[in-house]
């Protein structure tokens, strides 16, 4: 609940913040023109985002009879935690990409899909990766796609407003001036992006509480949280590297590993999700959360997947 109050206040803040800009550098035609063509461009990839995603990391579909066993296994699983939160089953995608790394997409539970990569499933054990998978589910049930795609689309008109100021100036005879003018052209985009970071990061902190709910498991999830950090920094995603704006839709940063929750990250530190997931293992008593994260399985591990994939 309260990180759902926290996005709330954050997409208000992120609206008064458009609303000013709009009146201060294009009035409210120039507002309304921003906000038209920002929330045409994300109407189109909220729905076509999955396909656009899936398509650019090389997913490929799998089913429930697949001949590998890990994989059949891992379908078998997914589509058991969806059961249990009463959610409808979603797309199952594997990704031939030797970090560990899963995320969901789709605009609605009705048209999830979930992804996990290949040392994902070659890394972490079946404990571990369907806490993973009940993290994704958690996002598909929290329908945070859609949060993301209103976020987004604020944060772009605000975009969209700035470089209205550049190009014509924006309105002299308002009381900032030129001066005020640029500069409200330059700081607000940035402060548009901190919020929609912060979003995306209270969004992560809100699947995590529902992925241990749907898995019923929240040591194996922070133990999954390490595992995934200490592999990734190891082991490169050259898509993701390609396509840094897709970072935010992983459960770890795909990019580089963040040591705080900083302004400037989609995702909040891993110690921070781990704290928050021991106090949940615990039932909220620091020492038994201190115990339960003596427990967990993570350690500080670097290098590349071994086994085989099947």
């Known amino acids: 609940m ?123 054990d079946r404990r571990e990766v369907r806490a993973v998978m009940a993290h994704e589910l958690a996002h598909v049930r929290n329908r945070d796609t859609l949060t993301m795609t209103v976020t987004a689309t604020i944060a ?50 809100e699947a995590d509480r529902g992925g241990a709910e749907i898995s019923g498991d929240a040591q194996a999830l922070a133990a999954a949280l390490q595992k995934i950090e200490s592999y990734a920094r190891g082991v490169p995603n050259h898509t993701a590297e390609r396509n840094p704006a897709t970072s935010h839709m992983f459960i770890i940063n795909p990019l580089s590993g963040q040591g705080a929750d900083n302004l400037f990250s989609t995702h909040p530190a891993t110690h921070n999700r781990v704290a928050a997931l021991m106090e949940i293992a615990g039932g909220g008593s620091p020492a038994s959360s201190r115990r339960a994260l003596r427990r967990t399985t993570a350690v500080p591990i670097t290098g590349r997947p071994r086994g085989p994939w099947g």
């Open 156 to 205: 772009g008109a605000i975009s969209a407003l700035a470089n209205m100021a550049f190009f014509f100036g924006g309105d002299r005879d308002r009381p900032m001036g030129m001066i005020g003018t640029v500069a409200l052209a330059i700081l607000a985009p940035i402060a548009a992006a901190l919020v929609q970071m912060a979003i995306s990061r209270s969004r992560e902190y």
């Open 2 to 124: 309260r990180n759902h109050l926290r996005t709330f206040m954050l997409l208000a803040a992120l609206t008064a913040v458009f609303i000013g800009v709009g009146y201060m550098i294009g009035g409210p035609a120039g507002m309304a023109i921003a906000f038209l063509l920002a929330a045409g461009m994300n109407l189109f990839s909220y729905w076509n985002a999955d396909k656009i995603v899936l398509r650019m990391y090389g997913a490929q579909p799998v089913e429930a009879d697949d001949g590998r066993p890990l994989v059949r296994s891992f379908v078998a699983d997914v589509h058991e935690l969806a059961d249990g939160a009463g959610l409808p089953r979603p797309k199952v995608y594997v990704i031939a990409n030797d970090q560990p790394n899963a995320f969901a997409t789709g605009r609605d539970p009705d048209h999830a899909a979930v992804a996990a990569t290949i040392g994902l499933l070659q890394m972490l």
